[in-house]
């Protein structure tokens, strides 16, 4: 493996955030190395899989048919008492069940056309200083200790966030900002093959939701997101309880078991310090609504890739020029999904007796308003026919 | 100290994230937990399969 002992730009971590940052630090042409601790990127998977066409178009890539799965036309929205809430989108797919392990492949191709340099099954193992500064890392390759330097490292390394914790960042998330999930991909369940399915409900799945997302006609991912502070048991306990509870899923098989955690909040105002920055999952970039990270860790990378190449291009790597970062990221996306923790914070705060209530008033086009973070005040005023609900109302607008 | 269900974990990590004491880390074999560990609990609360127990030690 020709690996160079030194680089510009050095990312950690090869899932859409690491080929995002590569992508844009390449093209910009800056001397990248992309490292994958696991020897196959993209897989395992710990991800439902969806993508919506308007988080394709934020992440400025084409469909390509190697990595889809399924194209969805619209989803349903389940209460706890099985009502339910249905859109779909008029104009072509609104979005796509991918394969994840071939998707992943191919952003990191993506990289490596630009001109970046990827390399699986190897583990950054530390941060290596020189002076006090971080100039590079250490990494484990083949059972031998290696020293490669970079004058800008960036922290993609997925929810686990060690690297920026060494740093001396705290990217430590607690409970209620993190859902423990699991997941089955099943094959010979009875499923709605052409709509994503959610539901809710505090006892199906406490401060989250259960999805179905079709990857053909009979084959799904059927998994759970739950936070600590409101479930009681595990999280594929849940699921488990939810698969039993219904004879079409319960008589399929599991081709594949999934888990992860996934970063529901802790949004952080500073993702930078000193020739680092943090991107995708390990920077908590992940709408706190649903739970998707792939476009949103893709246009964080890409920034971080932007900034870390204008640093290099000045010769200087402080945090204070690299918080260009935040201020960019907060503007594209920060500020948005910071609204949605809060449209989060009301919602974990429904009882099922008023899911039930609310899902009468829904119509499937507020649902996308919502997940888009606009139409609050229309939540609100739904709400707001709930006299209990008042006080939680004002908390939207 | 807590100790891992190897034939339960998935190896998602998604307890490294969670530990406030960033004691564990996921290794080739699985995940590893380091003398930081003050027993805290939180990653045996969050596993998503139930893979870690607590263990007086």
């Known amino acids: 493996m020709n690996i160079e002992r030194e680089y510009d730009v050095i990312i950690i971590g090869a899932g859409p955030g690491g080929s995002g940052a590569a992508f844009s630090a390449a093209k910009a042409g800056m001397r990248v190395l992309v490292l994958e601790k696991r020897q196959e990127i993209g897989a395992p998977k710990r991800c439902a899989e969806g993508l919506s066409m308007s988080a394709m178009k934020r992440m400025g890539i084409e469909r390509d048919d190697l990595w889809v799965r399924r194209e969805i036309i619209g989803a349903t929205i389940y209460s706890p008492n099985g009502k339910y809430v249905r859109v779909d989108y008029r104009d072509g797919p609104e979005g796509y069940i991918l394969e994840r392990k071939v998707f992943d492949k191919c952003l990191a191709e993506k990289a490596v056309e630009a001109g970046a340099k990827v390399l699986a099954k190897a583990e950054v193992t530390r941060l290596i200083k020189e002076a006090g500064k971080i100039c590079g890392v250490g990494i484990d390759f083949e059972g031998e200790e290696k020293e490669i330097k970079a004058k800008v490292v960036i922290a993609a390394d997925g929810v686990e966030s060690k690297i920026a914790r060494e740093a001396g960042l705290d990217t430590t998330l607690k409970l209620v900002d993190i859902a423990s999930g699991a997941q089955f991909e099943m094959t010979n369940v009875d499923i709605d093959p052409d709509r994503i399915e959610m539901y809710f409900g505090n006892e199906i799945a406490p401060g989250g939701y259960v999805w179905i997302f079709p990857k053909g006609e009979k084959t799904a991912n059927i998994g759970i997101g739950v936070r600590k502070p409101y479930a009681k048991g595990k999280a594929i306990d849940y699921l488990k309880r939810f698969i039993e509870s219904r004879p079409g899923l319960r008589k399929g098989s599991i081709i594949e078991v999934n888990s992860g955690g996934v970063p529901v909040g802790g949004l952080m105002e500073s993702m930078v310090t000193d020739n680092l920055i943090v991107v995708g999952d390990a920077a908590h970039q992940v709408n706190p609504i649903h739970g998707g990270g792939m476009g949103e860790a893709w246009v964080g990378g890409r920034l971080a890739g932007e900034v870390a190449s204008e640093a290099i291009k000045a010769n200087d790597f402080s945090k204070g020029f690299l918080k260009k970062y935040n201020k960019r990221w907060w503007e594209k996306r920060g500020n948005k999904l910071k609204k949605l923790v809060k449209l989060r914070e009301v919602m974990e705060s429904l009882s099922d007796d008023d899911l039930n209530w609310l899902i009468d008033y829904l119509k499937g086009e507020d649902l996308i308003e919502f997940a888009r973070s606009s139409g609050f005040g229309k939540f609100a005023k739904i709400l707001k026919k709930k006299p209990k609900l008042i006080k939680l109302a004002r908390k939207l607008v | ?57």
Not at chain 2, 12 to 37: D, R
């Open chain 2, 1 to 57: 100290m807590i100790e891992i269900d190897k034939k339960k974990c998935l190896r998602c990590s998604a307890c490294v994230g969670v530990c406030p004491q960033s004691a564990l880390t996921l290794k080739e074999h699985g995940i590893e937990c380091s003398e930081n560990c003050n027993k805290c609990g939180i990653c045996f609360n969050f596993c998503p399969v139930g893979a870690i127990r607590m263990v007086k030690k």
